[in-house]
T-cell receptor, first 113, second 113 residues
């Protein structure tokens, strides 16, 4: 699992509330990513980070923000959750022998009611 | 805009058959093409990957065929087994831009005993 831990694993929240998902890695990887997975869409990149305090938007970043104050933690915040943000969220790191492979966490299933 | 198109959506084969999953891409800057395997409740796991300087890559029972001029690549699973039943995703990225992956929609493979 490349030392990636996502928390929580499951969450149900109400529309309009803020939600923060955490990704923790133990292997000092520089690059970290947040994706969401929805049926018929595969996985889509929300935000990514290339170092502490260095983040950038992906293709579906509206309604999301991220922070990376330490190498090991990458936080994803839904500022005001909507039903369209019901999804499975995956964190990934870039690693492997050539540092080009993406390794994914176990995912967080978020339901917005 | 889906930059990587994957087909079929679902595929059922008998044990020992050779399922083939196809992907087509639009962005000619893509230079890394991985395939991921995902079991229910788990994160995607890297299966095999190819770069555009080769036309074929084999790892065990898994083979990627790559056609640069047609902007297409495919996954073949030789001697498929019931344990191969999973969802498969193709993806593509530009390695120099932080390895942000663009995924296909996914193919749900069922291998019957």
């Amino acid at each position: 699992d490349a030392g990636i831990t996502q928390s929580p694993r499951h969450k149900v929240t109400e529309t309009g509330t803020p939600v923060t998902l955490r990704c923790h890695q133990t292997e000092n990887h520089r690059y970290m990513y947040w994706y969401r997975q929805d049926p018929g869409h595969g996985l889509r990149l929300i935000h990514y980070s290339y170092g502490v305090k260095d983040t950038d938007k992906g293709e579906v970043s509206d309604g999301y923000s991220v922070s990376r104050s330490k190498t090991e933690d990458f936080l994803l915040t839904l500022e005001s959750a909507t039903s369209s943000q019901t999804s499975v969220y995956f964190c990934a790191i870039r690693g492997g022998q050539l540092n080009t492979e993406a390794f994914f966490g176990q995912g967080t299933r978020l339901t917005v009611v | 805009q889906q930059q990587v198109k994957q087909s079929p959506q679902s595929l059922i084969v008998q044990k020992g058959g050779i399922p083939i999953i196809n992907c087509a891409y639009e962005n000619t800057a893509f230079d890394y093409f991985p395939w991921y395997q995902q079991f229910p409740g788990k994160g995607p796991a890297l299966l095999i990957a190819i770069r555009p300087d080769v036309s074929e890559k084999k790892e065990g029972r898994f083979t990627i065929s790559f056609n640069k001029s047609a902007k297409q690549f495919s996954l073949h699973i030789m001697d498929s087994q019931p344990g191969d039943s999973a969802t498969y995703f193709c993806a593509a990225s530009v390695e120099t831009s932080g390895s942000r992956l663009t995924f296909g929609e996914g193919t749900q493979l069922t291998v019957n005993p």
